[in-house]
């Protein structure tokens, strides 16, 4: 079956350290996304991409970073992460950037910054 | 100011009851408005996605409304069980190519 997949599930990094969080999907969507979820907030995007070498910032892309080299995954990069960046991750995809289409969610990554 | 309110913050009931959650939303211009369920440690899982033209959606023992002039929307949850315990999350769409706007949700606690 195709799915979603996040990895690591949970990492604990040091304020400062580069962060990779990876983000794989079998539904050959072009369309990827990632946003955080934090207490008292909805799920904010990050940023988000409709395919291979097209990259958008969303509402909170300072500190954020990805890359498309192929449709599978879209990792997200904390180029050097802050406490402000504890939060929980998730990877979601669609098949098209019309507004109708459902969003796949990944099971998410809870990070912790030290 | 694009924003989704989602009331209650917060529910309890018993098990086999009903109960409806409230969604307002100020998007515009509007495209759609989806439920997500998701489970604690979970990630979202689409419950319905209604577009501007439909009242009413339905999926199992949940029912969606949406009233697109007064934008508001409601789930409805018939004979509540345990695993509807989760978090219930508004989401609405406006024209295509724009982002997706997330209310807060609401927790659902179902007891026995």
């Known amino acids: 079956d195709a799915e979603i997949t996040q990895s690591p599930r949970h990492k604990i990094t040091e304020t400062g350290r580069q962060v990779t969080l990876a983000c794989h999907q079998t539904?050959?969507?072009?369309?990827m996304f990632w946003y955080r979820q934090d207490l008292g907030h909805g799920l904010r995007l990050i940023h988000y991409?409709?395919?291979?070498?097209?990259?958008n910032k969303g509402e909170v892309s300072d500190g954020y970073s990805v890359s498309r080299s192929n449709t599978e995954d879209l990792p997200l990069t904390l180029e050097s992460a802050a406490s402000s960046q504890t939060s929980v991750y998730f990877c979601a995809s669609s098949e098209s950037s019309g507004s109708y289409y459902e969003q796949f969610f990944g099971p998410g990554t809870r990070l912790t910054v030290l | 100011k694009n924003q989704v309110e989602q009331s209650p913050q917060s529910l309890i009931i018993l098990e086999g009851k009903n109960c409806t959650l409230q969604?307002?939303?100020?998007?515009?211009?509007?495209?759609?408005l989806r439920w997500y369920k998701q489970d604690t440690g979970r990630g979202p899982v689409s419950l319905t996605i209604m577009t501007f033209s439909e009242n009413t959606k339905s999926n199992g023992r949940y029912t969606a409304t949406l009233d697109a002039d007064t934008k508001q929307s409601s789930l409805h949850i018939t004979a509540s069980q345990l695993s509807d315990s989760a978090s219930y999350i508004c989401?609405?769409?406006?024209?295509?190519?724009?982002?997706?706007?997330f209310g807060k949700g609401t927790t659902l606690s179902v007891s026995s």
């Open positions: 969604c307002n939303y100020t998007v515009s211009p509007f495209s759609n």
């Open positions: 991409s409709y395919g291979v070498h097209d990259t």
């Open positions: 539904w050959n969507h072009n369309n």
């Open positions: 989401v609405v769409s406006g024209q295509a190519g724009t982002a997706l706007i």
